[in-house]
């Protein structure tokens, strides 16, 4: 492919996206919805003017860890220490129930399997596949509302960071029994190991920053340089600890976002993001699907298996969170919020083909996961948000 | 390759290319010699940190569409109408004078090759890849010296669009001569529909971007719907019309350069390119070199190559605006302007081995000028703008 032949491609999906983000914001729907549809619409599922390819691919990938960049810029720091443990057992709650509804849904389906059979593994594995909520479908269209620095989106950011940890495990747990090659007590160390590192080694490049920051305030090195540290970590904390990548720039962000240029940094960021890097992972995930290897059976499978995925955060996490005295219409929000999938559960899901532990076929089901929770839980947030304003209003 | 394998080259190139920029700048050098130097350093060439990927080729052709869509932004349009039949003039020396001096030399080197024959069109090809000027790196150093809008600016601005177009029609006729599939006839014809439909299309846009800026001043879809439009009319220009993508991008910025929201437009525009896009194009010059294939003869034909197709620019352009009346100093710098060459000219190259006008050894003296006059174009032009800035002075 010649290099320019990568313009059509992104001249379609930034037009559309924009256009349809612009109607679904007419629809009183976030943007983001209006994204995905876009990506859907001219995917190879509906008009065929742009296919799945690398340069998208990698294009998406730069899309969302700027976007998890962004979401580190801005948090506050106190606000997450404060709501650390809570977090820890909303993640905790919204990954273990779903790991027992999806492997209880696939004995449903399928006939029971004792304890350690290899249909046990399998059942367990559609289980493992519910359990990493993205959370980056959430964040932006908790941005969009302006409710990402609140309580419930801290939470929310936090439980869903520990979460992609605890489902990482969990999936190396699960391969581990199956293959002799992965070492679940390895994946335990290495990720304690690059929380370690992460932390010192923040807090000294925090120094650094400081000084560069208060020589050259407002300069352009200062975002440059941030982003290429942003970059930096992301790649190191897939590559070398298998921690996703999303989760090393969302660490990248909370080390420098308590910089004096924090702000500076992140309306850089958020230009690129916008312009081009957004609307591209947004569209790619409607790119990415495919309706032509349905049928009845797995079309059954696929929306009882999109009913219980949703459904098992909402009541994983909204129960955690109530427990933990949040009004109960900030642990729906909650439950609401982590219940989006991305990218880690299509990771997952490949790593589970490779293993054996699943076919092809459920891969529909994954993707349906992703879009249907990409596309409910913005429309959803923000009825809840607006319930929220009436009241208040009355 | 893994998607987030991308994101390491981003983080090398990034950020070595803005701390050699700021070594650059100390060293009294414009940034993007220190940029191309950086992409030098971290490339095959020597630390092999980062290598040559279809990825980086893209990102940096949207980096060289993107740096062109600016320059047409920022055009002063009634200053260019003023200077059009003034750079006609420089364009067509500045293509016939290296033409005429490459087949000169290359007989020079491998002896007389009378009218018509074989060897002949060898030589006049290695005329036709010193043709095309590629005034991206003039243009960021032109920026850089806030000398971009001055009538110099202008001038060498469209004088590379023209001679672009020219140096395409004489590779055709040339490739024509050699192979039945290329029309010489056609070429011209389609260029001429080409801007005929961008004159029309353009000013018909620009009457829908007025409609929409005057309803939506300063709100996002602005520059967005504008670079799609970019993208869109840079994919036209190279699919359709076989002109180069950067000649759509720049026309596409002087259809819009009369929009009040112009300036807001280039912003946004310009922080993904200083943050990213820019730093991957000059660096990507830097990956693309190798000297493994070095012997000789090749060199001393090589050095010859840079230094004929470097004079042939400064004296067929320098004359040029010599005779319309430009100052010495003035045509010194249209000279040194016209110098660059870039992908056009790699693109020529691989044309004339498609074709058998040229063998694959070639290659390193079109690298080797691209390389060269891309870091002493900056250079030289620094010095003579600051020659004029010391006798103000005096």
Same mark, same amino acid.
């Given at each position: 492919m010649e290099a320019y032949e990568v313009l059509k491609d992104l001249a379609i999906i930034i037009f559309t996206a924009k256009f349809f983000g612009i109607m679904a914001r007419k629809c009183k729907a976030p943007q983001v919805v209006g994204q995905i549809v876009a990506g859907l619409l001219v995917g190879p599922c509906v008009l065929?003017?742009?296919?799945?390819?690398?340069? $998208?691919?990698?294009?998406?990938? +730069?899309?969302?860890?700027?976007?998890?960049?962004?979401?580190?810029?801005?948090?506050?720091?106190? %606000?997450? *220490?404060?709501?650390?443990?809570?977090?820890?057992?909303?993640a905790c709650t919204?990954?273990?129930?779903?790991?027992?509804?999806?492997?209880?849904?696939?004995?449903?389906? @399928?006939?029971?399997?004792?304890?350690?059979?290899? %249909?046990?593994?399998?059942?367990?594995? $559609?289980?493992?596949?519910?359990?990493?909520?993205? !959370?980056?479908?959430?964040?932006?269209a908790l941005q969009?509302?302006?409710?990402?620095?609140?309580?419930?989106?801290?939470?929310?950011?936090?439980?869903?960071?520990? &979460? &992609?940890?605890i489902g990482i495990i969990v999936l190396t747990f699960v391969i581990g029994f199956k293959s002799p090659d992965s070492h679940p007590g390895m994946v335990i160390v290495k990720t304690i190991i690059f929380f370690f590192i992460a932390i010192v080694g923040g807090m000294i490049l925090f120094k650094i920053f400081l000084a560069l920051d208060h020589r050259y305030p407002h300069t352009r090195r200062i975002p440059i340089v941030a982003l290429a540290f942003c970059f930096a970590l992301s790649?190191?904390?897939?590559?070398?600890?298998? +921690?996703?990548?999303?989760?090393?720039?969302?660490?990248?962000?909370i080390v420098l976002c308590n910089l004096s240029d924090n702000t500076y940094i992140e309306q850089k960021v958020d230009v690129s993001s916008y312009m081009l890097f957004g609307p591209l992972f947004f569209a790619s995930i409607g790119?990415?699907?495919? /309706? &032509?290897?349905?049928?009845?059976?797995?079309?059954? /499978?696929?929306? #009882?298996? !999109? +009913? !219980?995925? =949703?459904?098992?955060? $909402?009541?994983? #996490?909204?129960?955690?969170?109530?427990?933990?005295? @949040?009004?109960?219409?900030d642990s729906l929000k909650?439950? !609401?919020?982590?219940?989006?999938?991305? %990218?880690?559960?299509?990771?997952?899901?490949?790593?589970?083909?490779?293993?054996?532990?699943?076919?092809?076929?459920? /891969?529909?089901? *994954?993707?349906?996961?992703? =879009?249907?929770?990409? +596309?409910?839980?913005?429309?959803?947030?923000?009825?809840?948000?607006?319930?929220?304003?009436?009241k208040a209003g009355q």
């Open positions: 065929g003017w742009v296919s799945q390819s690398d340069f $998208i691919t990698q294009m998406a990938e +730069i899309g969302v860890v700027l976007l998890m960049f962004e979401v580190g810029l801005e948090t506050d720091l106190k %606000e997450l *220490v404060k709501t650390g443990p809570i977090a820890l057992l909303i919204g990954v273990f129930v779903p790991l027992a509804l999806g492997a209880v849904l696939y004995m449903g389906f @399928y006939g029971f399997a004792p304890w350690g059979s290899e %249909e046990f593994f399998k059942a367990v594995f $559609i289980g493992t596949i519910m359990t990493a909520t993205s !959370v980056s479908i959430t964040v932006a969009e509302l302006g409710k990402i620095k609140t309580k419930v989106g801290t939470t929310i950011v936090s439980a869903a960071i520990i &979460d &992609d940890v790649y190191v904390a897939e590559k070398y600890f298998g +921690i996703a990548d999303i989760t090393g720039a969302y660490i990248a962000g790119l990415k699907t495919n /309706f &032509d290897a349905m049928d009845s059976t797995l079309f059954a /499978f696929c929306i #009882c298996f !999109v +009913i !219980v995925a =949703l459904l098992a955060k $909402i009541i994983g #996490c909204g129960l955690a969170s109530k427990i933990c005295r @949040y009004t109960l219409s909650i439950g !609401v919020g982590m219940m989006t999938r991305g %990218e880690v559960a299509l990771i997952v899901a490949q790593k589970g083909l490779a293993a054996g532990l699943l076919t092809a076929d459920y /891969f529909m089901a *994954v993707i349906l996961l992703i =879009l249907f929770s990409s +596309i409910a839980t913005p429309i959803i947030l923000k009825y809840l948000y607006s319930k929220d304003t009436k």
